[in-house]
């Protein structure tokens, strides 16, 4: 585990983590990342498939082509972040925040949420299909052409989004 308060056998390889800017390509899977700080990277065709985050910093990021696929993401911090044709398809995401950011063409198929914020954030032809959403806000946020097909949601507010151009078809809606 990476942890930043403590020393590990992985101390060379989060240094290179950490003092890298531009990151390509690598295989963080099943790896588990807690306090660590992302922000202002840019990190392109990384997979982190089946990793655990806890209270890391994603400030800021820019992501292409990533897959965060059947992660486990609790009280991390992804504001102002520009990710881009990335998968987060099967991952359990808790009080997260992605207020603020360019979600454009993500995969967020099957996603389990509770008390995550979209709040003013562009998720353009974004997929939310056979999703479980519970408390999570997606205020003010373009979803043109985002797909919501089967998902289940309990508290969740779109309130001044553009809904009307996205498309929701069967989910359960619960209030």
Not at 62 to 90: H, P, W, Y
Request: glycine fraction near 4%; charged fraction near 25%.
């Amino acid at each position: 585990m990476f942890n930043v308060h403590k020393k590990t056998k992985y101390d060379g390889f989060l240094t290179v983590l950490k003092s890298s800017e531009n990151i390509h390509s690598f295989n963080f899977a099943e790896l588990e990342f807690n306090g660590i700080d992302f922000s202002q990277k840019k990190m392109v065709g990384c997979s982190f498939s089946h990793a655990k985050f806890k209270n890391c910093n994603f400030k800021n990021v820019t992501l292409r082509m990533c897959f965060f696929d059947f992660c486990e993401i609790e009280c991390c911090d992804f504001k102002n972040s520009n990710i881009q044709f990335s998968v987060f398809a099967g991952s359990v995401i808790r009080d997260t925040s992605f207020k603020n950011s360019e979600l454009l063409q993500n995969n967020f198929n099957g996603i389990r949420t509770d008390k995550v914020c979209f709040n003013d954030s562009d998720l353009y032809n974004s997929c939310f299909m056979f999703s479980h959403l519970n408390y999570t806000d997606f205020q003010n946020c373009n979803v043109k052409k985002t797909v919501f097909l089967y998902s289940e949601q309990n508290e969740v507010s779109f309130k001044f989004s553009n809904t009307r151009e996205a498309t929701f078809i069967e989910g359960k809606i619960k209030e």
